[in-house]
């Protein structure tokens, strides 16, 4: 199994400033995600952060507004830019192999 | 499309009834994986089924994955009030991206 942390737990910004989240992972793992939730929905897949290279974004969600940095097996970040009420959500991240994930607790972002 | 739909969306028993939470796809799935996520908390891994047929049991959770893997489901016996919460199946890509189900809220009334 694996343990993921994340931070900051939550935070309140004010619209056009810009989030940076950290996950870690207190092991290598091959896959990390990042997903956003709202509250009582399914979760969002964003991207697939690739150690080394630039992140796989899925449809609606593009670098310039989620740039997302992963420099080893074990850490990944996730920058919410130019921030607009409309990303208040709850971010979570994920990692782990083909076979299961493990998930962080959470980010959970209000943009005024 | 890439998501999986779960019916129902709630689901609301008396402790002690069974529940069961079907989860359906248009394309065959190549493994379905299923998570609890608890009110206020994050998803947690709860099995992985990768054979058509297959049949696996946790204890009082029982899940089957269809002949033609295109859908899966999972049914709780005699639910406890620790079974609060809202269950998602998953489906692996290609491309190792992970797409959740819809989700079934399930709430247990002592």
């Known amino acids: 199994s694996a343990v993921i942390s994340q931070k900051p737990s939550r935070d309140i910004c004010q619209r056009g400033t810009s989030l940076t989240i950290q996950c870690q992972v207190d092991s290598q793992v091959t896959m990390m995600f990042w997903y956003r939730q709202q509250p009582g929905q399914s979760l969002t897949l964003i991207a697939t952060?690739?150690?080394?290279?630039?992140?796989?974004?899925e449809s609606g969600f593009v670098i310039d507004k989620f740039p997302i940095s992963r420099p080893n097996l074990t850490f990944s970040t996730l920058t919410v830019s130019n921030m607009s009420p409309e990303d208040s959500s709850i971010y979570l991240c994920?990692?782990?192999?083909?076979?299961?994930?493990?998930f962080g607790p959470g980010t959970r972002l209000t943009v005024l | 499309g890439q998501q999986v739909m779960q019916i129902p969306q709630y689901q609301h028993v008396q402790e002690g009834e069974d529940f069961t939470t079907y989860c359906n796809s248009s394309?065959?799935?190549?493994?379905i994986q299923w998570y609890k996520q608890r009110p206020g908390g994050h998803p947690v891994f709860l099995i992985q089924l990768v054979k058509s047929g297959e049949v696996k049991k946790q204890k009082r959770l029982t899940f089957q994955f269809g002949e033609a893997k295109k859908n899966s489901s999972l049914h709780i016996t005699a639910t406890q009030t620790t079974d609060v919460g809202t269950y998602f199946c998953?489906?692996?890509?290609?491309?190792?991206?992970?797409?959740f189900g819809t989700g079934t809220s399930l709430t247990v009334i002592p």
């Open positions: 394309t065959t799935l190549s493994n």
């Open positions: 998953a489906r692996l890509l290609s491309g190792n991206q992970f797409y």
């Open positions: 994920s990692g782990g192999s083909a076979d299961t994930q493990y």
């Open positions: 952060a690739n150690q080394g290279s630039e992140a796989t974004y």
